[in-house]
């Protein structure tokens, strides 16, 4: 069975108030697919109705192959999920050790299997050492740590994480991040909701920016190249009239111009590049180096999601 989520025209509405509204996606098997949107878009509303933990208004969806709100199909979707929840929920009185144990037990594992895999991620999230201290004791970040090995603990081919480096440090988060790469390699499908748009930008195959409904998807890159004006910016040893004169007679307008740099609208720079710096080095100017400007995820998701306001 292959391990996708199709998600068609699904809505939560809380009384009166729509949480998400009509969401339609797809998440290929294999894929880190990145959920995106402001405080309040229904991502985490959308991850637990696909959890079943709640239920849904209207729409459907199939998690794995089953279908969420089919009351035979819930626990086959249970099973087979991991679940980094927004909200940690940790049994704050047991040890990190006993914390991950319970989970083992629910999911039936074998005492011999619960202990190999308890040791395999504590250590790795680098909380082997403190595995007999109470779970309240932990920080903030040792406890986002702990609930993570703890979704992981019966080695679901299905993640969900939200947020998952949400209060890390930046070592801790790349550890984590390094670690969902890992995760893809094994071809777990994780869905992933997320504020770090340079976190999405490095992990993820596919994102969606939703806004109670979905205003975008598509990969990064995508994503990034959908901005209508792209600009390059050449670094030169100098830039003279020669140099300037050079770009506009090919018909480019120039967006900033400093003593050593310009920075130049394009609509093809893949195709408009190699032309512009042949004329460039022509008119006699000196190239040091050659970056793309703007269009970040960061830019487009910004355009979009003011867009809709
Ligand atoms: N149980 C509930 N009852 C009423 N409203 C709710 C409930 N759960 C969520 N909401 C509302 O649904 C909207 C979406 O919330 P949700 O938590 O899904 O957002 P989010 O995209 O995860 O935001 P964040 O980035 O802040 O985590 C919010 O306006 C929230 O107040
Ligand atoms: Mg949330």
Excluded at 94 to 113: C, E, H
Excluded at 181 to 190: F, H, M, N, S, V
Excluded at 233 to 249: H, I, M, N, P, S
């Amino acid at each position: 069975m292959s391990i996708t989520i199709d998600v068609e025209n699904l809505t939560k509405s809380f009384g009166t108030f729509t949480a998400v509204d009509n969401v339609s996606l797809h998440v290929d098997e294999g894929e880190v697919f990145g959920f995106l949107g402001p405080n309040g878009a229904g991502k985490t509303t959308t991850v637990r109705m696909l959890a079943c933990l709640i239920s849904k208004t209207s729409g459907r969806a199939t998690v794995g192959g089953y279908e969420i709100g089919n009351s035979s199909d819930q626990s086959k979707i249970r099973a087979m999920i991991g679940l980094l929840p927004e909200n940690v929920g940790l049994y704050e009185e047991l040890s990190a050790y006993d914390n991950l144990d319970f989970y083992g037990r629910y999911y039936k594992l074998s005492i011999q299997k619960r202990r190999e895999q308890i040791e395999y991620f504590l250590k790795m999230l680098g909380l082997w050492d403190k595995r007999d201290d109470a779970a309240g004791t932990f920080s903030k970040g040792m406890k986002q740590k702990l609930a993570i090995a703890r979704a992981l603990i019966h080695d679901p081919k299905l993640l969900f994480l939200d947020e998952p480096t949400a209060s890390l440090d930046p070592e801790a988060s790349k550890t984590v991040r390094d670690f969902i790469l890992e995760l893809k390699k094994e071809k777990r499908t994780i869905f992933l909701n997320t504020h770090l748009l340079d976190e999405a930008e490095r992990i993820c195959d596919q994102v969606a920016i939703l806004k109670t409904k979905l205003i975008a998807t598509g990969s990064p890159e995508d994503l990034r190249h959908s901005l209508s004006n792209r600009k390059v910016r050449v670094q030169l040893e100098l830039v003279d009239d020669a140099v300037t004169g050079a770009v506009k007679t090919l018909g480019f307008q120039i967006a900033e111009k400093t003593n050593n740099s310009l920075v130049i609208i394009v609509n093809n720079p893949e195709k408009e590049n190699p032309e512009i710096l042949k004329e460039i080095q022509t008119a006699g100017g000196r190239i040091q180096f050659v970056t793309e400007v703007g269009s970040s995820l960061e830019d487009v998701y910004l355009k979009l999601v003011r867009g809709t306001e």
